[in-house]
């Protein structure tokens, strides 16, 4: 259980240390850099101090002004160094900060990478050309039904000269009955209902006539009676 435990903790342990490796990096330079900024102020304020020394006694005792200068001297060298050194500690942190952004976005294009495999997964050019040709293939049955369903529609309409015919028909016979009924076309009828059987048929007409004849002949028929 023991050595169980110690290698799940070694395992986990280098993980979150290097995890956290750059994060600690930043950290422990930003720190540093904030202490150099410190004693640069420190330096800063000693400088001056020895430069008020020396110019307070530059005429009355020259020594101790010039040994003012020389310690101002000092601080000034190791001012000097500071700036540099915080220089450096600058430039190494702007050096992790663009080289953990470096990694963030290679990781991120890599997550990227693996989630566009996923999604395409068995996807091929061949697989995408056969769909295409399936999806025109079903434009065209699509294309071939409604044009079935519109010439069936077509089929079904109404003849309207089969209707012109048949409207010349009642014409006709509602034409004959009146003449069975009076023995003659009146004048109104002749008017109104003649030109509008122009294609009447040659039946209605031979039986029109027969019936004038008849009735011609029952006329004849009663004058010899009287």
């Given at each position: 259980?023991?050595?169980?435990?110690?290698?799940?903790?070694?395992?986990?342990?280098?993980?979150?240390?290097?995890?956290?490796?750059?994060?600690?990096?930043?950290?422990?330079?930003?720190?540093?850099?904030?202490?150099?900024?410190?004693?640069?102020?420190?330096?800063?304020?000693?400088?001056?101090?020895?430069?008020?020394?020396?110019?307070?006694?530059?005429?009355?005792?020259?020594?101790?002004?010039?040994?003012?200068?020389?310690?101002?001297?000092?601080?000034?060298?190791?001012?000097?160094?500071?700036?540099?050194?915080?220089?450096?500690?600058?430039k190494?942190?702007?050096?992790?900060?663009?080289?953990?952004?470096?990694?963030?976005?290679?990781?991120?294009?890599?997550?990227?990478?693996?989630?566009?495999?996923?999604?395409?997964?068995?996807?091929?050019?061949?697989?995408?050309?056969?769909?295409?040709?399936?999806?025109?293939?079903?434009?065209?049955?699509?294309?071939?039904?409604?044009?079935?369903?519109?010439?069936g529609?077509?089929?079904?309409?109404?003849?309207?000269?089969?209707?012109?015919?048949?409207?010349?028909?009642?014409?006709?016979?509602?034409?004959?009955?009146?003449?069975?009924?009076?023995?003659?076309?009146?004048?109104?009828?002749?008017?109104?209902?003649?030109?509008?059987v122009?294609?009447?048929?040659?039946?209605?007409?031979?039986?029109?006539?027969?019936?004038?004849?008849?009735?011609?002949?029952?006329?004849?028929?009663?004058?010899?009676?009287?």
């Open positions: 259980m023991a050595s169980g435990w110690g290698i799940g903790s070694l395992w986990g342990g280098n993980a979150a240390k290097k995890k956290d490796t750059t994060k600690n990096a930043i950290l422990g330079l930003r720190s540093t850099l904030d202490m150099l900024s410190k004693r640069e102020k420190h330096l800063q304020n000693q400088m001056d101090e020895q430069d008020a020394i020396a110019r307070k006694n530059v005429s009355t005792n020259k020594g101790l002004a010039k040994a003012a200068l020389r310690r101002k001297k000092a601080h000034e060298q190791a001012l000097e160094q500071t700036s540099a050194q915080m220089m450096t500690l600058e190494e942190i702007s050096s992790i900060e663009s080289a953990n952004i470096n990694k963030e976005t290679l990781d991120a294009m890599a997550n990227a990478s693996k989630a566009m495999k996923t999604i395409h997964g068995g996807l091929t050019v061949d697989t995408v050309d056969q769909v295409m040709e399936d999806l025109r293939e079903q434009h065209a049955v699509g294309d071939e039904i409604a044009e079935a369903l519109a010439q529609a077509t089929s079904n309409a109404i003849d309207e000269d089969e209707l012109d015919e048949e409207l010349a028909e009642l014409q006709q016979e509602q034409l004959d009955e009146k003449m069975l009924k009076t023995g003659s076309v009146p004048i109104s009828d002749q008017i109104q209902r003649v030109p509008n122009p294609n009447a048929p040659i039946r209605g007409r031979a039986v029109a006539e027969e019936e004038d004849e008849e009735e011609e002949l029952r006329k004849l028929q009663a004058e010899m009676a009287m």
